[in-house]
């Protein structure tokens, strides 16, 4: 395999093992946060997944809120994310369910959007809201992380 350089300085050999089992550095943490992403694009699903597991967290995702709602019958999370807007139960209904069964895990939920949070506001008004705009830049996600590792 060969050498690449940069500047005329040859850079470290490149292990011959394929892409698929090269090591990761993750950040050590005395616990994984268990994350649970909802979005029905699976690209979208798949970036929080990627950024997410990167930070440390352990992922699962649900590409509706009905298999979200399912999966957090037999697991526990300590934060999820869900999109407001996706066919069948959206994000507003998904909400309002936790909010029946499961209020306890309403102040862990935080909502992605294209929206403004205004308008997602105005669906559930009163409500104490998290609502972070898309595009989430890769930077908001790594604070969001570091702000949930300090909830109890």
């Known amino acids: 395999m060969g050498r690449l350089s940069l500047a005329g300085a040859p850079a470290p050999a490149v ?13 050590v943490t005395d616990k994984a946060l268990r994350v649970l992403v909802v979005d029905d694009d699976p690209a979208v ?22 298999t979200a709602l399912a999966k957090l019958e037999s697991d526990t999370y300590d934060v999820m994310i869900c999109d407001i807007t996706m ?48 595009p989430v830049p890769v930077r908001v996600i790594t604070a969001l992380v570091e702000e949930w590792r300090t909830w109890s």
């Open 15 to 27: 292990p011959s093992c394929p892409p698929s089992v090269l090591p990761i550095t993750e950040r």
């Open 87 to 134: 066919p069948g139960l959206d994000g507003v209904a998904f909400y309002r369910r936790l909010a029946e069964t499961r209020p306890d895990l309403l102040r862990r939920l935080v909502f992605i959007s294209g929206r403004p949070s205004s308008e997602i506001k105005a669906l559930l008004p009163g409500q104490p809201l998290r609502i972070v705009e898309k």
């Open 45 to 66: 699903a798949s970036y929080f997944e990627d950024c997410l597991v990167l930070e440390g967290c352990d992922v699962a995702t649900a590409g509706d809120a009905s």
